[in-house]
């Protein structure tokens, strides 16, 4: 029987996103993200990219190759153009930063619990064997009296 219930690692989870949301690569995420909204420049860019994605549907609906090149064409020179404001660039890398800090934990997790597995088994840390493995493996036995 476990020392934890589901529950209590959700509760625990919680704590962690509250954690998270007080740290410094959130708070420059979200100071970028507002300056995002407060820039007229950004919002254009934006109504003009969206304007564009219909007119693409559009256009690839009916089958005109041609023209949807052309508002393809412009979609990218669009994007090349709102990915140079400095703005931009501040909240993609700082979408980049939480990213970062988020896979970090993810991995620190997963590979915490499996080097618990591992321990808690009497498996090999550095093979990455659990103690069933190693018990079981085909170096377990090295007699013909062997049981396993």
């Known amino acids: 029987m476990g020392k934890y ?3 209590d690692i959700v509760e625990r989870a919680k704590e962690l ?3 998270i ?24 860019y934006i109504e003009e990219i969206k304007s564009l ?7 690839e609906h009916w089958g ?12 990218d020179e669009l994007n090349e153009k709102l ?12 979408q980049v930063e939480v990213n970062d800090l988020l ?6 997790i997963s590979n915490g619990v499996t080097d618990e597995i591992i321990k808690s088994t009497g498996g090999n840390l550095l093979s990455g064997e659990t103690g069933s493995k190693v018990e079981h493996g085909p170096d377990a036995c090295k007699t013909d009296s062997c049981s396993h």
């Not at 949301?21 to 407060?38: G, L, P």
């Not at 994605?53 to 256009?59: G, S």
């Not at 005109?64 to 979609?75: D, F, G, H, S, W």
């Open 64 to 75: 005109k190759k041609e023209a949807l090149k052309k508002v393809e064409q412009e979609l």
């Open 21 to 44: 949301s007080e740290t410094e690569e959130v708070d420059f995420f979200k100071r970028a993200e507002a300056q995002i909204n407060e820039s007229e420049t950004v919002r254009a």
């Open 83 to 94: 990915e140079t404001i400095p703005v931009v660039q501040e909240f993609q890398s700082s």
């Open 5 to 7: 219930t589901k529950t």
């Open 103 to 108: 896979q970090l934990i993810a991995h620190t």
């Open 17 to 19: 996103a509250v954690m």
């Open 53 to 59: 994605q219909k007119q693409a549907v559009n256009l």
